[in-house]
C-alpha cells in the first residue's frame, strides 16, 4: 500500500457519516491493547475556537520541553495535518504503515453489529495508535464534534477543556445552548478538572451542574481566571492574565481579533492546572508558546498589497467574531468579501453579520457536497442591498475579486472552512 492507496483507504468510509456512540471505538481499542490508557491528555471541545486554543496550548508545552502531539480537525492543506507530533504533521509513509496494521480491525468492526465504522472514527483510532508508538509527554486531542459521543471521548484527559457553546450542528446536537452545552458537556470526567471560557447564563449552568456531579473542579472565565486585552495592532496583540495561582503581564500574541485574547487566557487556565498537577511549565514557556502560535484560515494574512484576508468563520458564533475583528481593524474601510457558505449553516444570522460590511461580494461554492448553491445566497442576500454576483468555483471568485479589486480595498474570504482552504491554495499556486 502506498499513500494514496492509504489516504482512498480512509475516504471510503465516507467523510460525511457521524454514527454517534462509542461502542465501536471501544471495540477497536481493546484489541490494540487500549493505547489511550498510557497517555495524557488535554481535551478541547466547543463550537469555535478549539483549534486556535488546542494550537496554543501545545506550542506552550512545546516550548517547555515537552514532547507534544496535536490532533485537530478538519485539514486546510494536507490529509496528515490532523496528526502533529513534536510541530510536525505525521510522516506519510507512518501514516500507510498504520492504516495498513490497523486495517483488519476496521474491516473486522465493519463486519460485526456494531458497524459501519466512521471516517472519524478511523482517524481517531490512527492518531492513538501513532501516539501510542511514539510515548509523547501529552497530547492537545480536539473534539470533533459535540463531545459526549465524539469518537474523541474515550480518553481521561488530565484537564477537560470547553471554550464556548453556540448553535451549530443543531440537527445533530440539539437546538438550544442548553442542549448543545450537554453534549459539549459531555467530555467532563469524574474528578477531572475542566476550564471554560462560556460565559452565557444558559449553557455554563448546565456545565457547571455537570462538574459538580462528577466532581470535577471547574475554572471558569471571569471567575476562577481572568484576562485584559491591553492593546492590539495589525501584527501584534498584547493582554494579562491571572487566576488564583499565577499572574502574567504583556503577554504577547500574533492571532489577530479580540477572541483570540479569550482563547489565549483558556489556554492558559489550562496550563495553570497542568502546574497544579506538578508538571513544570514556567512562565517563559507560555510566552515564548503565545508568540509563536500561527493557526491558518483564522484572520490569516495571505497577501499584503493588496491586502488579502481568510476567515474560516462558519457560524454565526464564528462570523460574530470576524465582525468584531473587522470593525477593529479596518473602521469605515471597504471590504471586498468572497463568500461560500455550507447548507446546514445559519446562512441568515451569519450574512448579517458580514454584509453590512462589505463593499461587494462574490458567492461561490467549494467542491464539497454540503456547499450552498451562489444562486441561493444571491437571494438570501438581496435584502441587505449589496452589489453582489456569483461565481461557480473558489478559484474563480478570487481571481474575480483580485481584477476587480480597487486600491482602498480590502479582500475578505470567508464563510466556510472549505472555502478558505480552496482560496489558500490557489492563492498559493498562483499569486506567489
Known sequence: MDYRSALDYISSFGRFGSRPGLERMQWVLERLGHPEADLHFIHVGGTNGKGSTTALIHNILHAAGYRVGMYTSPYLESFTNRIGAEGKDIHTEALTTLVERLKPYFEEVNRSSLGPITQFEVTTLLALAYYRELSLDFIVWEVGLGGRLDATNVVKPLVSVITNVGLDHTEVL???LGKIAAEKAGIIKLQVPV??????????AVIT????K?????????????????????????????????RLNDLRLQLMGAHQCKNAATALAAISQLRQRGFTIPEQACRVGLAATRWPGRLEVMKKEPLVLV????????TLALQQALREYFPGQKIFMVLGILQDKARAEMLGHLLPHASRVIFTAPAYGRATDPQLLLQEAAMHQVPA??????ADAVDQALALLSDDEVLLIAGSLYTVAEARDHLKKSYH
Do not use: C, M
Open 311 to 318: 476567515d474560516g468563520a462558519h457560524n454565526p458564533h464564528g
Open 209 to 212: 451542574e455537570t462538574a459538580a
Open 389 to 394: 454576483t456569483a461565481a461557480k468555483s473558489v
Open 214 to 246: 462528577l466532581q470535577a473542579p471547574i475554572y471558569r472565565l471571569g471567575q476562577e481566571f481572568t484576562y485584559k486585552r491591553n492593546w492590539f495592532t495589525f501584527e501584534e496583540q498584547s493582554l494579562d492574565y491571572s487566576d488564583t495561582y499565577w
Open 174 to 176: 440539539g437546538d438550544t
Open 195 to 204: 476550564v471554560t471560557a462560556v460565559e452565557e447564563e444558559e449553557p455554563l
